[in-house]
């Protein structure tokens, strides 16, 4: 053999890169479709959420959660459950208070946005507690019925 000269692939060779490059095509080709056809929605991106958005465009509802349980975690994920729906949660934490039901405490006087909030925390129950000075609309406590949504894929 030369050392100039080349030999050409054997013919299974180019049937195995024949067969790659097609295979490469169609991902890209049904990747393309996937996205076109919402599939990132399944995994509750912020612009399609598990939940969905429930708070009317143009409408800053305010909130702070506070976890009411001895699980960890728990106002952590609600705020994320509550932004995917559209609220604004301006504070999560903890509380001593406990709670074996959620409850959002209406502080502004908007029993309607209340009614979203237990809606968005699937049946928490709504009171209303007046408060001008916590500057919150809604203060949500996450009982211990509250199970979190799936956990949305979150880069």
């Known amino acids: 053999m030369e050392l100039g000269a080349v030999a050409a692939p054997p013919a299974r060779a180019r049937r195995v890169r024949r067969l790659r490059r097609a295979l490469a095509a169609l991902l890209l080709l049904?990747?393309?479709a996937a996205v076109i056809a919402g599939w990132?929605?399944?995994?509750?991106t912020a612009d399609g959420g598990a939940a969905g958005r429930i708070v009317p465009q143009g409408t800053r509802i305010t909130v702070e959660v506070l976890n009411a349980t001895d699980a960890r975690g728990l106002a952590?994920?609600?705020t994320l459950a509550l932004r995917?729906?559209?609220f604004d949660v301006v504070y999560f934490g903890n509380t001593n208070e406990r709670a074996d039901t959620t409850i959002v405490r209406d502080r502004s006087g908007h029993a309607d946005w209340a009614a979203l909030a237990a809606k968005a925390m699937r049946g928490a129950r709504v009171?209303?507690?007046?408060?001008?000075?916590?500057?919150?609309?809604l203060t949500i406590l996450v009982g211990r019925n509250w199970t979190p949504p799936r956990e949305p894929l979150r880069p």
Not at 40 to 44: E, I, K, S, V, Y
Not at 127 to 137: A, I, W
């Open 40 to 44: 990132p929605r399944l995994f509750g």
């Open 84 to 86: 995917d729906a559209g």
């Open 127 to 137: 009171e209303q507690r007046p408060d001008s000075s916590h500057f919150l609309d």
């Open 30 to 32: 049904a990747g393309g």
């Open 76 to 78: 952590r994920q609600a």
